[in-house]
């Protein structure tokens, strides 16, 4: 494994990393540490390879230098591109049949991002951005109106149309093996049921119901007015899917980088239908490991 300082050649002598990406999170997040050398204090972007593939590219958030008589260190934490879409706001102005191309040249491109799912055709309505709005929350609803996708960048590249890798990872006795196994039914993330406003002239008199057995004695309510403009009936069922999604978790740690992992459909000792939502790495003096969350695939 290598890391890479842009400007200044490559990193030695590390000595503690800790990598986290999970897919509900725009930004993944690297902190590492290495012996204090004093151009680390002009460290800017990060590279961390494993057997010549990128795992992450990002800018330095903090450099932080520690010099005490036993012992002199420098902690640097980064996040991907993502991040800077995340800092920057975006011009206020509405997009009429906004395509692709012209996401990638007003949110992408400017933060360094080089590739994305480039697409024949504009997506025909309009895209509010309001004062206030960032780069990525305008780069979100763009996909979500489109697609009904949450994007992803990775390294120098956007996913725009979700974030699925192929392939499929087993955990467990005839996989990846685990060291800790934990299981989470997080009940207060389920959502019984959505209330649509379809009309101005009436309330919110329709609904749907969610269908989960786990949701069957569930009453949290969620209320949606699809006259606004910005929400429709998918907006609904996408709350409860999602909801299903958050409900259920199993947090494994296995030895080693499993970082590569992140998005695959996946199962655990013969339990199917999950899916790798969130990985941490995390390489010390005690050694190397990765904490995996699997919650639910699409439900």
Known sequence: ????????????????????MELDVPADSLSLTVPYADRLSQADYLTVQEDGETIFYGQTDEIATFLTAERRVTRITARSLAGALLDNEAEPLMYTNPSSALMFERHLRPFGVEVYDAERHPYY??????????????LANYCMNRYGTVPRIEGRRAYLRGYAPEGKVAFGEKGVACTEVQEYRRRHKLISAVRLRLNRENGYTAGIVNS???????????????????????????????????????????????????????SFDGREGLRVSGVRFSLSEQGAYTDVILRKDDV
């Open 1 to 20: 494994m290598t890391y890479t300082d842009k400007k200044r050649g490559e990193l030695h002598g590390l000595l503690s990393l800790s990598l986290s």
């Open 125 to 138: 309505g309009t895209l509010r951005i309001d004062k206030g709005m960032s780069h990525w929350q305008v």
């Open 212 to 266: 989960a057995p786990d949701a069957a004695f569930i009453r949290r309510v969620r209320y949606v007015n699809a006259v606004s403009g910005s929400a429709t009936p998918e907006t609904a069922q996408r709350m409860l899917r999602a909801s299903n999604r958050a409900a259920y978790q199993l947090r494994l740690r296995c030895p080693g980088l499993q970082v590569q992992t992140l998005g695959k459909r996946a």
